[in-house]
């Protein structure tokens, strides 16, 4: 069975009911003809509450963005650091059969003060 990880510069959270964010470090994938399902399980060190999640993805969208949050960081002038939260999260499989992860990220750009949205791309490794 392989995996994902999310490794810098993203961030990827549960949000558990009790409004604390668990990371998720990795995901088991299993792959079958048109799909991938994703599998994670957690422990919310704050409730306790047990989450096991298994996400089926096929190439239409899922949309994550209910129970999982996305973080990105950019690393900016000097020793600062910005990181920036998706505004949404979703799973897709490309026409290669490879699994898209991307979230949209609106901003207001400061020199025109016109809203811009990005879609971002959220990076993983895959391992055995
Ligand atoms: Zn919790």
Redesign the pocket.
């Known amino acids: 069975m392989k995996k994902i990880v999310f490794r810098y510069p993203f961030m990827v959270f549960e949000k ?3 409004s ?1 964010q668990v990371p998720i470090r990795e995901m088991k994938t299993t792959s079958s003809t048109n799909s991938i399902k994703l599998k994670y399980s957690l422990n ?1 060190p ?2 306790g ?1 047990d989450i096991n999640r298994i996400i089926n993805v096929q190439n239409n969208i899922t949309e994550l963005t209910d129970f999982i949050n996305a973080f990105k960081v950019i690393p900016a002038i000097k020793d600062e650091l910005a990181i920036i939260k998706l505004d949404t999260v979703k799973a897709k499989l490309k026409d290669n059969g490879k699994l898209n992860l991307y979230g949209n990220y609106s901003h207001l750009r400061f020199w025109d003060n016109k809203i811009q949205n990005d879609i971002i791309k959220i990076g993983f490794e895959i391992e055995d």
């Open positions: 558990c009911e009790c604390n919310c704050v409730c509450k």
